[in-house]
């Protein structure tokens, strides 16, 4: 009964956001959201941190900058070129990442990222310094859907959110899912029961490669252009940040985090140079404070609340 | 372009990128070199290195313009000042997290680097600063000219990686490190006072850390930004060298400049990026690292 409520009033709100927030804000903080819930996908449910996420989301960007606006492509065709470039970048990296494990892998994906980023700043089709500028938002569905007003591709943007978390929520419940969470909380077991780790846990990596891309190349759409800076180690470190504020291993908590993260950094434009240290200090805090996350500690709160009444 | 033919390289050109190679893998050895030996004593990947590395390098430039400290001063003067930071952040911060995760170690230095950075970057701005080189002029080798102060360099920090491996292998307080690293507790049980050694560890990379800073401050320019990428690069190293043996970083790091220095002759825009490949190259051959034995 609760539950249905809580789904209610979410829907409401999801549906009447736009009026109350500017769309352009909602849009970047659900692109975000699902980067985090990529990110967490992989953490929570696979026990691999990847610090290199900035590849899969920036490459789609380009990817999706780069067909829609160069070669003239429909956006239906670029998001989807977009997220199976980032798909291939992520059987490519994980396959080798995942040879190591703990911090090592999040040293390696750290790593392959910061070569991603220089080859971006290198190869021609990126726009360099400049990043690719002036992507059209062209018409969905052959015509049909003109996406140039903001409160119409709000919608469109709410859609490809709910499918990336969908997608992730269905891959967590499935079978598959159980046996990724055997393999996190003991590898050699289920490596003794016949599972094939590595096998399990690439398909998770390249699914999370997937969905990040997915997100990168929507806020391409959403903001015109994809720059050196969805490449970068700094938004590598922001979707941690992310799932870290919101809970790690949690589902909703990513959302949370993405819609803080994209706030702070709107509301606090002000401070300029001083939003890192900000930053910086609640990485800080939550690791020495609270690790479970906001969500993680206000079901915590709750669930101690009822137990004495 | 393409394949590299040594014989259409002019040597000058050759030796004088392999010298910057040189000094390039002088700092990732002495870097990669202080994130193993505290990798192995507190199980935490300091992300926060290249910031140290990057206050070395602004501690020299402040004792030289505010309090007209010269280099050789700061040289001793700089590592014990950061280092002693470092101890206090081990003290405040990094002990609560031992019995964590080593992500936790990872993201709470992350946070740390962030705010440093941040916190230089906004009171000094991100252009560098110059640091006149200590000892200028240079030597005609004949082949190449050799910078004094580069040449310099590099045998300091040789001697530095040398010293540091010496005192972990060869020392009585090297070998109650290497045995608290093995097993604390049993040390423990034997009198000795772990916690103090974990955090006299930490002081001593960090320190390290801040000495190849100072090193790099009459090379590079003095800015709040100049150990975040090489941060990012060391790990590659750490990552192709594993976190094993002592030696084993060092000669990865040189190995590494080296490389670089010689792709930079061959194949100029793959510079940045042939350390990575090595390690994907490396990951895929010996997974567990050119030294590393354990997973």
């Given at each position: 009964m609760n539950r249905v409520l809580v789904a209610i009033v979410i829907a409401v709100a999801a549906l009447v956001a736009p009026w109350f927030f500017y769309p352009v804000f909602l849009m970047k903080a659900l692109c975000f959201a699902l980067f985090a819930c990529a990110f967490n996908l992989l953490l929570g449910y696979a026990g691999l941190m990847s610090f290199g996420h900035a590849m899969f989301f920036g490459m789609a960007a380009y990817f999706f900058g780069h067909t829609v606006k160069v070669w003239g492509w429909p956006i239906e065709f670029g998001?989807?070129?977009?997220?199976?470039?980032?798909?291939l970048l992520g059987l490519v990296t994980g396959a080798l990442a995942i040879r190591r494990q703990g911090i090592y892998f999040a040293m390696i994906t750290l790593a392959f990222a910061q070569m991603i980023y220089f080859l971006c700043?290198?190869?021609?089709?990126?726009?360099?310094?400049?990043?690719?500028?002036?992507i059209p938002r062209k018409p969905l569905f052959f015509g049909l859907l003109p996406t140039e007003n903001d409160y119409t591709l709000y919608y469109v943007v709410l859609v490809i959110f709910l499918f990336g978390f969908g997608a992730i929520y269905r891959f967590i419940h499935s079978p598959f899912g159980q046996?990724?969470?055997?393999?996190?909380?003991?590898?050699?077991r289920a490596l003794s029961l016949g599972y094939e780790a590595d096998r399990y846990k690439l398909?998770?990596?390249?699914?999370?490669?997937?969905?990040?891309?997915?997100?990168?190349a929507t806020k391409a759409m959403v903001v015109h252009f994809a720059t050196l800076t969805d490449v970068a180690a700094s938004t590598s470190g922001e979707v941690v940040l992310m799932a870290l504020i919101g809970g790690l291993g949690t589902i909703t908590g990513p959302v949370v985090g993405g819609f803080v993260l994209v706030a702070m950094q709107d509301y606090l434009a002000f401070v300029g140079q001083l939003?890192?240290?900000?930053?910086?200090?609640?990485?800080v805090v939550i690791v020495l404070g609270a690790r479970r996350g906001l969500v993680g500690e206000l079901s915590a709160w709750w669930k101690a609340r009822r137990r004495p009444g | 372009m393409g394949a590299c033919n040594i014989f259409e390289v002019s040597t000058q050109l050759l030796f004088s990128q392999l010298l910057l190679g040189l000094i390039n893998g002088a700092f990732y050895a002495m870097l990669s070199l202080g994130l193993a030996v505290i990798f192995g004593m507190l199980n935490v990947i300091n992300?926060?290195?290249?910031a140290q590395y990057m206050m070395g390098a602004f501690a020299a430039w402040l004792m030289l313009t505010e309090l007209h400290i010269p280099f050789w001063g700061a040289l001793v003067l700089a590592p014990i000042v950061v280092g002693l930071f470092g101890i206090v952040i081990e003290r405040l911060m990094l002990k609560r997290i031992y019995h964590l995760d080593h992500l936790y170690g990872f993201l709470l230095t992350f946070g740390l680097a962030q705010i440093i950075e941040g916190l230089f970057q906004w009171n000094w701005g991100s252009s560098g600063a110059p640091y006149q080189s200590p000892i200028p002029g240079g030597y005609n080798l004949g082949f190449m000219f050799l910078p004094a102060y580069r040449g310099f360099v590099v045998v300091a920090a040789l001697v530095i990686c040398l010293a540091t491996w010496y005192a972990i292998e060869r020392t009585r307080l090297g070998a109650y490190l290497r045995a608290a690293t093995e097993n604390p507790t049993l040390v423990r049980?034997?009198?000795?006072?772990?916690?103090?050694?974990?955090?006299?560890t930490y002081g001593l990379g960090v320190g390290l850390a801040a000495l190849a800073g100072v090193l790099a401050a009459p090379i590079q320019q003095v800015s709040a930004l100049m150990g975040t990428n090489l941060v990012l690069v060391v790990f590659a190293v750490v990552v192709i060298g594993g976190m094993g043996s002592i030696m084993g970083s060092i000669v990865t790091g040189f190995g590494l400049g080296l490389v670089e220095g010689f792709t930079k002759v061959c194949y100029p825009?793959?510079?940045?990026?042939?350390?990575?490949?090595?390690?994907a190259l490396v990951l895929l051959v010996k997974p567990a690292g050119l030294f590393g034995q354990t997973k």
């Open positions: 998001l989807i070129a977009a997220v199976l470039g980032a798909a700043v290198q190869m021609p089709f990126t726009g360099g310094e400049d990043g690719l500028q002036g046996v990724l969470k055997a393999i996190r909380d003991n590898e050699q398909l998770a990596f390249v699914l999370s490669a997937a969905v990040a891309g997915l997100a990168g939003v890192l240290v900000i930053q910086g200090a609640i990485f | 992300f926060t290195h290249g049980a034997f009198g000795i006072n772990v916690p103090r050694l974990i955090t006299l825009p793959g510079s940045n990026t042939v350390i990575f490949v090595v390690m």
